[in-house]
């Protein structure tokens, strides 16, 4: 048996964190059950959220791939043109370590840390701007799938307000009429799965505004769990989350423009582990 010690430079998961070490997403939890995993030397037997400074250790049974394979893994689509990739949890999309460094790719849209899910990158300036400007006519349909709070039963319900964005706070607030300095939103909301302690949420953002999805479920009476910003602590504590459960399930492009018009009507999609299970 192997033991590993990792030191932990950014917040995240368990799992993801084993993840991006090249340990399966079986194997990972194979080791919690085992109870082979310790955070701060205090042993663990279920996903937990790791912080920036906590020391994890791991006794490994079986030979592990490298961090390069498991990025290579999260790739769903890559051609001369453009990568659409599968992100996880406490990744950011720019800056040191996210995933345009990575990939060695440019940002053309944007998902929050712990939003989990589908993003796409340009590989060469003329792709970015051709993207940049689909995003900006709602040429690219985004579709994700929340866990809330409670039972919904919302069929293509449509939900426009406004939002006022607070820069200084990084949050934002939702409002049913306009309010001085606040920006008309729109999304739409269809239940998938409901009982009464969650409901899964398919969401279609019409427009594209900061935690818009985040703010407007909570605004609704429904908070994601696992939502440290937006949610209620007692409620994410009940659910044992720590990361919002929102996750960038689906990406449809409609209408590009040159060089990317090869691409139109095609739809990426993946599901996160916890809605197939």
């Not at 999260?74 to 599968?86: C, L, Q, S």
């Not at 996880?88 to 899910?117: M, P, Q, S, W, Y």
């Not at 009429?177 to 409901?199: A, D, H, M, R, Y």
């Not at 602590?233 to 423009?257: A, G, W």
Request: net charge positive; charged share 25%.
């Amino acid at each position: 048996m192997e033991k590993k010690i990792y030191q932990i430079k950014q917040d995240c998961d368990v799992i993801s964190f084993l993840n991006g070490e090249g340990i399966s997403y079986s194997y990972a939890c194979k080791l919690l059950r085992n109870k082979d995993v310790r955070i701060n030397e205090v042993k663990i037997k279920e996903n937990q959220p790791i912080f920036a400074g906590d020391q994890l250790t791991v006794f490994l049974s079986e030979e592990i791939v490298s961090p390069q394979d498991i990025i290579k893994k999260w790739i769903v689509f890559e051609d001369d043109n453009i990568v659409v990739v599968n992100k996880g949890v406490g990744i950011e999309i720019e800056g040191k370590g996210g995933l345009c460094e990575k990939f060695k790719a440019l940002a053309v849209h944007r998902l929050d840390r712990n939003t989990t899910g589908l993003v796409v990158m340009a590989k060469n300036k003329e792709a970015q701007n051709a993207l940049t400007l689909a995003f900006k006519n709602h040429e690219v349909e985004k579709k994700y799938i929340a866990e809330v709070v409670g039972q919904t039963s919302y069929k293509n319900f449509r939900h426009n307000a406004f939002l006022l964005k607070n820069s200084q706070e990084s949050l934002v607030k939702i409002f049913d009429k306009q309010v001085k300095g606040s920006v008309e939103i729109s999304s739409i909301f269809t239940t998938l799965k409901s009982n009464p302690s969650s409901s899964i949420v398919e969401c279609t953002l019409i427009t594209g505004k900061t935690h818009q999805l985040r703010a407007s479920l909570a605004h609704l009476g429904h908070p994601i769990i696992g939502d440290g910003k937006y949610g209620k602590n007692e409620d994410n504590k009940k659910f044992k989350q720590k990361f919002q459960r929102l996750h960038s399930t689906s990406l449809t492009f409609k209408q590009l423009p040159p060089p990317l018009s090869y691409l139109n009507g095609r739809t990426f999609k993946q599901f996160p582990e916890w809605y197939k299970q």
